[in-house]
């Protein structure tokens, strides 16, 4: 029985496969592949990373934007010009030689006039079919209107 063992392995087997050099290029071919793999995964660990940097920042950038905006509205809240709106619409008062009218909700609202011109635009919009809407908006788009 050992004897056809080792005649089976001997004539069935490909003399290449128990080269020495190959056997070296395979293990060669393994460890490449393996290291190949690695750099791929820390490419790509590192864009990963790369992106939630860049997220981090844009909301930095944000949030010092809002900041900015938060100082630039409490200086304008203790600015002289804002104290004497708020003592006008709050408290009613006004400055020496100013009069104040009160005029009733009613009677303002009855001089309300509304513009034609609003009310056509959206009826129009309305009425065309919506490719034509469409095609209507990109050609404003490209002519500048």
């Known amino acids: ?13 490909n ?6 050099r190959f056997i070296g290029l395979i293990v060669f071919l393994i460890i490449m592949l393996l290291v190949t793999w690695s750099g791929v ?4 660990t590192n864009y ?7 997220n981090l920042q844009q909301e930095n950038q944000v949030q010092q934007l809002k900041n900015g ?4 509205e409490n200086n304008y809240y ?9 003592a006008r619409q709050n408290f009613g008062l006004a400055q020496a030689g100013e009069t104040e ?3 009733p909700k009613s009677v303002a609202l009855s001089r309300l006039v509304t513009l ?4 056509n635009q959206h009826q129009v919009v309305a009425d065309q079919p919506k490719w034509q809407s469409n095609f209507d908006a990109w050609v404003n788009f490209f002519l500048h209107r």
């Open 78 to 86: 203790n600015t002289n010009q804002y104290l004497e709106l708020s």
């Open 41 to 44: 995964k820390s490419v790509q």
């Open 1 to 13: 029985m050992i004897n056809t063992i080792k005649t089976f392995y001997q004539n069935n087997i």
């Open 69 to 72: 905006n938060l100082n630039l």
């Open 48 to 54: 990963g990373l790369q992106k939630k940097i860049s």
């Open 101 to 103: 009218v009160i005029i």
């Open 116 to 119: 034609p011109y609003e009310s």
């Open 15 to 20: 003399p290449h496969i128990r080269d020495t």
